[in-house]
């Protein structure tokens, strides 16, 4: 059964030794950062931090912060299981005889719980202020020492396209500026951003509502993040994760629907046209992002559960939090990245690289110019159009083993010939590209190269020894008295 709330799942990573309680004073302004930074790099559990400096609320922080507690948010043992059962979904085939047909029921029952469902109340109910309310009483974080203030860095931003009506979901960081305002930093290429758009549009001034969810069930917390297409729900995608509808409760000032286990709701609204400067922030680049205008958030109203729990992560230096959060999307994402391009095996974004620096790609290569297909087929991929660096290699390179790849790839490449650049849309955290949002993307073709791409030289093997001669040797290494060494 999926976690009905974020306090069962707290139970749970208590239970299994992957949360630390922190019962003294700890001040937000900057400590909590260090206590995070520390805890991820070294393994350590997630953290709770039951009397922050300055606010009677707890804050928790890393719970995403490790494969393993990624696998228990989303309920398995490996996320791994999760990409089999969207691999086994997309590819899912037409039953012959009944017993198949009979096998597949379960699996269709399971897509009938995708839906969100409307409820009429919820624990973000149990208080409701209308009036008397201040983000200043929220442990707020104020992360590193050159940020331009406090960030509310874990918000589940809700929204509508003002055309379609459909929901969209992201987390999108927000600067407090004062008790009832914050920044709203979706940035330009976000779904957020789009529906901001599509108001500005409509001409008149408007008044944007979009509610922010803090704490809610962890598989709802981690869809957020999901780079789904536009126009689907990530409250969906939560559903299908959960086997299990997301319950969802009508906002008291807007037609906006919030999950009904959130902690804290800050429902409020944007006002098309009215920018304010926003950062600089310290980013999960690993430097300070910029300053620049971003929209401006007015709370209108905040509900939450009794004694609520305000969750926060910290990014900064890789690897951090988001890295884990990242693998396993990478992870989740790689079947339906397939079903596009069934020749990728498999793809890896090393911490270094910040998921968009560098994207790893092995293929099964069939025709000439197979690996700048694959680079082009990735850069028309929703957010993996951000991808600044694609290697392309082998099937039998292990994109997971960046060494081996660096070790392969540098072989293989004449840089003139197999290095491609091109021009497009750029992660807006780019620091390096001629102009915000906009520069330039290169891809290696680091395969073998064929004679059909005008390779007319011949190919060298890579130096392998013979099984039988390692069997040999096995054997007299241990004669010979010297360590048994593992390969
Ligand atoms: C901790 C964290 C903070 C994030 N902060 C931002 C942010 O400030 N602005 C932004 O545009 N995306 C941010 N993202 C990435 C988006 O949440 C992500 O791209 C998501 O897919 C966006 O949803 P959308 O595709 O529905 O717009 C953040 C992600 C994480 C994990
Ligand atoms: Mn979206």
Same mark, same amino acid.
């Given at each position: 059964?999926? *976690?009905? /709330?974020l306090?069962?799942?707290?139970?749970?990573?208590?239970?299994e030794?992957?949360? #630390?309680r922190?019962?003294?004073?700890v001040?937000? $302004?900057?400590?909590i950062?260090?206590?995070?930074?520390?805890?991820?790099?070294?393994?350590g559990?997630?953290?709770?931090?039951?009397?922050?400096?300055?606010s009677?609320?707890?804050?928790?922080?890393n719970i995403?912060?490790?494969?393993?507690?990624?696998?228990?948010?989303?309920g398995?043992?490996?996320?791994?299981?999760?990409a089999t059962?969207?691999?086994e979904?997309?590819?899912?085939?037409r039953?012959?005889?009944?017993?198949?047909?009979?096998?597949?029921?379960?699996?269709?029952?399971e897509?009938?719980?995708?839906?969100?469902? =409307?409820?009429?109340?919820?624990?973000? #109910?149990?208080?409701i202020?209308?009036?008397?309310?201040?983000?200043?009483?929220?442990?707020?974080?104020?992360?590193?020492?050159? %940020?331009?203030g406090?960030?509310?860095?874990?918000?589940?931003?809700? =929204?509508? /396209?003002?055309?379609?009506?459909k929901?969209?979901?992201?987390? $999108?960081?927000m600067?407090?500026?004062?008790g009832?305002?914050?920044?709203?930093?979706?940035? #330009?290429?976000?779904?957020?951003?789009?529906h901001?758009r599509r108001?500005?549009?409509?001409?008149?001034?408007?008044?944007m509502p979009?509610?922010?969810a803090?704490?809610? /069930?962890p598989?709802?917390?981690?869809?957020?993040?999901?780079?789904?297409?536009?126009?689907?729900?990530e409250?969906?995608?939560?559903? *299908?994760?959960r086997?299990k509808?997301v319950?969802?409760?009508r906002?008291?000032?807007?037609d906006?629907?919030?999950?009904?286990n959130?902690e804290?709701?800050?429902?409020?609204?944007?006002?098309?046209?009215?920018?304010?400067?926003?950062g600089?922030?310290?980013? &999960?680049?690993?430097?300070?992002?910029?300053?620049?205008?971003y929209p401006v958030?007015h709370?209108?109203?905040?509900?939450?559960?009794? &004694?609520?729990?305000y969750?926060?992560?910290?990014?900064?230096?890789?690897?951090?939090?988001?890295? $884990?959060?990242?693998k396993?999307?990478?992870r989740?994402?790689?079947?339906?990245?397939?079903?596009?391009?069934p020749?990728?095996?498999?793809?890896?974004?090393?911490?270094?690289?910040?998921?968009h620096?560098?994207?790893?790609?092995?293929?099964?290569? =069939?025709?000439?110019?197979?690996?700048?297909?694959?680079? &082009?087929?990735i850069?028309?991929?929703?957010?993996?159009?951000?991808?600044?660096?694609?290697?392309?290699? /082998?099937?039998?390179?292990d994109?997971?083993?960046?060494?081996?790849?660096a070790?392969?790839a540098?072989?293989?490449?004449d840089p003139?010939?197999?290095?491609?650049?091109?021009?497009?849309?750029? %992660?807006a955290?780019?620091h390096?590209?001629?102009a915000?949002h906009?520069?330039?993307?290169?891809?290696? %073709?680091?395969?073998?190269k064929?004679p059909?791409?005008?390779?007319?030289?011949?190919?060298?093997?890579?130096?392998?020894?013979?099984?039988?001669?390692?069997?040999?040797v096995?054997?007299?290494?241990?004669?010979?008295g010297?360590?048994?060494?593992?390969?």
């Amino acid at each position: 059964m999926p *976690f009905d /709330d974020l306090r069962s799942f707290i139970h749970a990573l208590e239970k299994e030794g992957e949360l #630390k309680r922190i019962r003294f004073e700890v001040d937000p $302004y900057l400590e909590i950062t260090e206590f995070a930074d520390r805890s991820v790099k070294n393994q350590g559990p997630a953290l709770l931090f039951e009397k922050p400096k300055g606010s009677k609320i707890p804050v928790l922080i890393n719970i995403f912060a490790s494969m393993r507690r990624i696998a228990l948010a989303l309920g398995v043992e490996d996320v791994e299981e999760v990409a089999t059962r969207i691999a086994e979904l997309v590819q899912m085939e037409r039953p012959e005889g009944l017993l198949e047909k009979l096998k597949l029921l379960p699996r269709l029952a399971e897509l009938n719980a995708i839906f969100p469902k =409307s409820v009429r109340s919820g624990p973000c #109910k149990e208080v409701i202020r209308r009036q008397n309310f201040s983000l200043d009483e929220f442990p707020i974080l104020h992360c590193w020492p050159g %940020d331009a203030g406090r960030f509310i860095t874990f918000p589940l931003v809700f =929204s509508k /396209d003002p055309e379609s009506g459909k929901r969209n979901c992201g987390v $999108y960081r927000m600067q407090v500026f004062d008790g009832r305002t914050t920044g709203m930093h979706w940035q #330009k290429h976000k779904h957020g951003a789009e529906h901001y758009r599509r108001a500005a549009a409509q001409g008149r001034p408007v008044r944007m509502p979009v509610a922010v969810a803090i704490g809610a /069930d962890p598989i709802t917390m981690f869809s957020a993040v999901l780079p789904l297409p536009p126009n689907v729900d990530e409250m969906m995608f939560a559903g *299908f994760l959960r086997r299990k509808p997301v319950e969802m409760v009508r906002c008291e000032t807007s037609d906006l629907e919030v999950p009904a286990n959130a902690e804290i709701v800050l429902e409020g609204h944007v006002n098309v046209g009215e920018l304010r400067r926003e950062g600089p922030f310290g980013d &999960h680049t690993g430097f300070y992002s910029l300053d620049d205008d971003y929209p401006v958030f007015h709370v209108d109203c905040i509900t939450h559960r009794k &004694h609520p729990i305000y969750t926060a992560t910290i990014v900064g230096p890789p690897p951090m939090e988001d890295f $884990y959060i990242g693998k396993a999307i990478e992870r989740i994402f790689l079947p339906l990245m397939r079903m596009q391009m069934p020749e990728i095996r498999d793809i890896c974004m090393p911490a270094e690289g910040i998921f968009h620096n560098l994207m790893l790609v092995s293929i099964r290569k =069939s025709y000439p110019g197979h690996a700048r297909k694959v680079m &082009h087929g990735i850069w028309g991929l929703g957010q993996a159009m951000f991808s600044k660096c694609i290697i392309v290699v /082998d099937e039998e390179v292990d994109v997971q083993n960046v060494r081996e790849v660096a070790w392969k790839a540098l072989n293989n490449i004449d840089p003139e010939r197999d290095i491609e650049f091109v021009h497009g849309p750029i %992660d807006a955290l780019d620091h390096a590209s001629r102009a915000p949002h906009y520069g330039s993307k290169m891809g290696i %073709d680091a395969t073998a190269k064929w004679p059909s791409e005008g390779f007319t030289r011949r190919w060298p093997e890579v130096i392998r020894m013979s099984k039988e001669v390692m069997q040999r040797v096995d054997a007299l290494w241990k004669r010979a008295g010297l360590e048994r060494q593992s390969s």
